[in-house]
T-cell receptor, first 112, second 115 residues
Framework: QKEVEQNSGPLSVPEGAIASLNCTYSDRGSQSFFWYRQYSGKNPELIMFIYSNGDKEDGRFTAQLNKASQYVSLLIRDSQPSDSATYLCAGPTTSGTYKYIFGTGTRLKVLA | DAGVTQSPTHLIKTRGQQVTLRCSPKSGHDTVSWYQQALGQGPQFIFQYYEEEERQRGNFPDRFSGHQFPNYSSELNVNALLLGDSALYLC??????????????FGSGTRLTVV
């Protein structure tokens, strides 16, 4: 089993809709998770991190963490064409506390 | 406040050659991690440097080596290049004790093409 898994997509949503991106992880000891956005050919940019069970909101973005189910999600409200990118989920491994493992990323397309 | 700087931005090398990629971390950061990102894939962890030592290593052969200098900058060296080494190489910097809260800051990457 991969340590961090994501559906590669593409996930297509109409402009203004809610985009829901999901990530599962295998290491029960993982404490915090990060969502990065990566435009084609560019470097990943950090958009949110979460380390507590529940929801964390930042503008149009909401991260959700469920440690019991080993599940992390990112919701993007009022999706815009500029949100079209690949979204990477990353979590640390407890065996190497400062090393982050990335999923393969989910490609999001917001249709105008 | 300078972000993470990587050089060069693009590089074309021939199979069997050696390459050195460079990274200057964000001001205030002391830890550098290197990732390889193949097309359509997520970044794969190569190794991490802190206090001028390799602290963590991913599943990469010994052809991949690195170094960290006293000013926290870092180099990634790849020997005996293979076609499969063609990828975007990302440098990620962090402040070690805060990485769990703040994650990495990535550089723009070096696009390596092996022909």
């Amino acid at each position: 089993q991969k340590e961090v898994e994501q559906n590669s997509g593409p996930l297509s949503v109409p402009e203004g809709a809610i985009a829901s991106l999901n990530c599962t992880y295998s290491d029960r000891g993982s404490q915090s998770f990060f969502w990065y956005r990566q435009y084609s050919g560019k470097n990943p940019e950090l958009i949110m991190f979460i380390y507590s069970n529940g929801d964390k909101e930042d503008g149009r973005f909401t991260a959700q963490l469920n440690k019991a189910s080993q599940y992390v999600s990112l919701l993007i409200r009022d999706s815009q064409p500029s949100d079209s990118a690949t979204y990477l989920c990353a979590g640390p491994t407890t065996s190497g506390t400062y090393k982050y493992i990335f999923g393969t990323g989910t490609r999001l397309k917001v249709l105008a | 406040d300078a972000g993470v700087t990587q050089s060069p931005t693009h590089l074309i090398k021939t199979r069997g050659q050696q390459v050195t990629l460079r990274c200057s971390p964000k001001s205030g950061h002391d830890t550098v991690s290197w990732y390889q990102q193949a097309l359509g894939q997520g970044p794969q962890f190569i190794f991490q440097y802190y206090e001028e030592e390799e602290r963590q290593r991913g599943n990469f052969p010994d052809r991949f080596s690195g170094h960290q200098f006293p000013n926290y900058s870092s180099e990634l060296n790849v020997n005996a290049l293979l076609l499969g080494d063609s990828a975007l190489y990302l440098c990620a910097s962090s402040f070690r004790t805060q990485v769990l809260n703040y994650g990495y800051t990535f550089g723009s990457g070096t696009r390596l093409t092996v022909v």
